[in-house]
């Protein structure tokens, strides 16, 4: 099983230049997110999507965007990429549950793409 | 605002030793879940245990034990008898009540086993 599947997985771009990330799962899922990771400061959200059509705003949402199109396609777009973004970023899914705040309903994760903007 | 608290940046642990990783979180909601993440150094994030915060008793999988604590809005990770394999960051994570299954991070743990 492919799970949560992220690409390109890394890149490096200059300031300014634009990018987008692939976010794929084939689990079904109705929830996606996308994370980025930074040294000391764990995982903060950037977006997240409860369902094919919907983004919504996560912690630090700045400088992206997002589309979910389909499904099982959750994208993460630079548009004009700065230093402060390089990082480590991770896509994640969830099922949906009867009541999204019950049960563990823990997030799958993919494996990360590595992005360095200089 | 919630927030999520891992204290230990890093952690030296002897192979066959049990090692606790400290988290305490502060939130006002009645409910709410607690997830405790491993990332090796390959990168990839790996779920380990949940607590919901109405659970009765503390979480157990395998090796991996939660010692929840509501009142004192702990969530301690304990890992029994350690394994070189052990050795990657840990996340505590929190589920806020009603938000849409989004997790909020520590900074994480760094804990390496030594033989």
């Known amino acids: 099983n492919a799970g949560v599947t992220q690409t390109p997985k890394f890149r490096v771009l200059k300031t300014g230049q634009s990018m987008t990330l692939l976010c794929a799962q084939d689990m079904n899922h109705e929830y996606m997110y996308w994370y980025r990771q930074d040294p000391g400061m764990g995982l903060r959200l950037i977006h997240y999507?409860?369902?094919?059509?919907?983004?919504a705003k996560g912690e630090v949402p700045d400088g992206y965007n997002v589309s979910r199109l389909k499904k099982q396609n959750f994208l993460l777009g630079l548009e004009s990429a700065a230093p402060s973004q390089t990082s480590v970023y991770f896509c994640?899914?969830?099922?949906?549950?009867?009541?999204?705040?019950?049960?563990?309903?823990?997030?799958?994760f993919g494996e990360g793409s590595r992005l360095t903007v200089l | 605002a919630q927030k999520i608290t891992q204290t230990q940046p890093g952690m030296f642990v002897q192979e066959k030793e049990a090692v606790t990783l400290d988290c305490t979180y502060d939130?006002?909601?009645?409910?709410?879940?607690l997830f405790w993440y491993k990332q090796p150094s390959s990168g990839e994030m790996i779920f380990l245990i949940y607590q919901g915060s109405y659970d009765q008793q503390n979480a157990t999988e395998g090796r991996y034990s939660l010692n929840f604590q509501k009142a004192r809005k702990s969530a301690n990770l304990v890992i029994s008898a350690s394994q070189l394999g052990d050795s990657a960051m840990y996340f505590c994570?929190?589920?806020?009540?009603?938000?849409?299954?989004?997790?909020?991070f520590g900074a994480g743990t760094q804990v390496v086993v030594t033989p």
């Open positions: 994570a929190m589920r806020p009540f009603d938000s849409w299954g989004k997790l909020q």
């Open positions: 939130t006002s909601d009645p409910s709410y879940g």
């Open positions: 999507s409860v369902g094919e059509g919907t983004t």
């Open positions: 994640a899914s969830r099922r949906e549950g009867t009541v999204p705040s019950v049960g563990s309903g823990e997030l799958f």
